[in-house]
């Protein structure tokens, strides 16, 4: 088992965010966290890397419990998030921004330019300058040079153009090939379900449905996804 | 190898003037303005030290005078005991020779940035102004209160201390002594900030929760840039020391601290040569303004003000453009 939230409830100050959101994954899947707007899926993501440390319940890494961990120990047990809103270091370059998070492992600076070679081409750019696409696909590397176990998207397409969200799906399909666990929030079902292994549904901050994208019925995403 | 860019020869430039400067003034036997200039060096010295924690991590601290002064009491400390022949602790004598002074220096300040940086660092703005200037003023008191090393009145080093072939008693000689310290510590400043580390210090100031989600621990990365400032700034204490053949609780002194952010914001914040820039302004209005007027310093203000407003990356922002790190 690589993730295993249970039950956890979480708070922003007194106002509570999560009522119970379970679900598990296993090493090389790719799990789709879903849910209409306000339901608790950047609430759960952060729960998970304990930038907002989860009230009751209990969350493995890899076997570890990483609820009492500081966020920067969790990310080091090998969990790598792509935040939402293309947060990169602005005042960094492409190439200050993959260094400063690098880590040992497969992937290097030359894997990830292979994989996004935009950015081998601004690497001596400040990260603020560059395009919403070439940020996001910074911070997809930033995230990769971490080398984790579970890769984290949180709304990664949101307000790119098509053609630059084509190459998004497209580096994460290749990242699926390589057998690195996924665990994606985004909207696009129409990309999201052909690439995911099993689907995790939030409403009101509960994890109320979860299977296969192929017993995602129609039904179900009326209900569930307002779609 | 780094481009020439604009920056780059503006730095340059800089480099060759403060070396001009004296060689100069030697060939016209004008050994005050070798004195400037060696004063211009160390201030830079110490200042850069002040860019590493300011410039790169944006911890605005307000205590580097504590370093500062620090390895100016090391520095008359040894000296004096080096003098007297008595043991200064554990039947260690003192020393005269500069290299073991910079040594001991670089070690004082270290564990004593280590301490201040341990504890100021779980702060953050202005407390952390506050606390660092807190702990500044701790070590100025105790300073003044200490009469076997002169309390109030400070501690005169009676000959210049030495470095082996070098004759530091010649204003020329001891120029090159801190110009080439200066050039070591610039350059240990260039390292840092193009090496992984300096990118998560940098990283660290522009978002700290961004930082600790690819796995960075923001305090220990401060922390080092911390005690490795705390140790460039003491090294500049020590030779300031023995500039002036003379330290006191002045060094110490929460002025001392501010003059140097001073120097860094003159010079241009987390600019490679800004220390430099800024050391060499201040020193120029300080003896050209200083000779017409005592309130030379209200001057200095208005021109800081200005920088502020209309020049934000100091001199070296105008006369090489934006900075490549904001």
Known sequence: MLLDVQDITTYYGSSQALFGVEFRMTEGEVVALMGRNGMGKSTTIKSICNLLAPKSGRIFFDGKPTERMPPHRVARLGIGLVPEGRRCFPNLTVHENLVAAARPGKWTLERVNDLFPRLKERHAQLSRSLSGGEQQML????????????????????????????????????????????????????????????????????????????????????????? | MPMLNRENLVNLALAILLIAVPLIANGLGQPFYITLATRVAILALAATGLNL???????????????????????????????SGEPVIFGLGGTNQMWVIWVVSILVSGIVGLAIGAISLRTSGVYFIMITLAFAQMVYYFAISWPAYGGQDGLSILVRNQFPGISTMRP?????????????????????????FGAALQASRQNEVRVATVGIRPFRIRLTAFVISAMLTGIAGALFADLNRFVSPSMLSWQMSGELI???????????????????????????????????????????????????GGLIGLLAGKAKHG
């Open chain 2, 172 to 196: 020329l000689s001891f120029f090159f002594v801190c110009y080439v310290i200066l050039i070591l510590g610039i350059g240990l400043f260039a390292l840092i900030r193009a090496s992984r």
């Open chain 2, 262 to 312: 001073v120097l860094i914001i003159l010079g241009g914040t987390g600019r490679l040569f800004g220390p430099l820039a800024g050391a060499a302004l201040y020193v120029v209005f300080e003896y050209a303004l200083g000779g017409m007027t005592e309130r030379w310093q209200f001057f200095l203000g208005l021109i800081l003000l200005l920088v502020v407003l209309f020049a934000r």
């Open chain 2, 53 to 83: 924690a300011l410039g790169l991590g944006g911890l605005v601290s307000f205590g580097h005078a504590a370093f500062f002064g620090l390895g100016g009491y090391v520095a008359g400390i040894l000296a004096a005991h080096n003098f």
């Open chain 1, 139 to 227: 911070a997809i590397g930033r995230a990769l040079m971490t080398n984790p176990k579970l890769l984290i998207l949180d709304e990664a397409t949101e307000g790119l153009a098509p053609v630059i969200r084509q190459d998004i799906w497209k580096a994460i399909r290749h990242l699926k090939s390589e057998g690195l666990s996924i665990l994606v929030v985004d909207k696009t079902l129409s990309e999201l379900l052909p690439v995911a292994d099993r689907c995790v549904i939030l409403e009101n901050g509960k994890s109320v449905w979860s299977g296969s994208p192929g017993e995602l019925t129609v039904e179900t995403q009326d209900r569930y996804l307002g779609v």
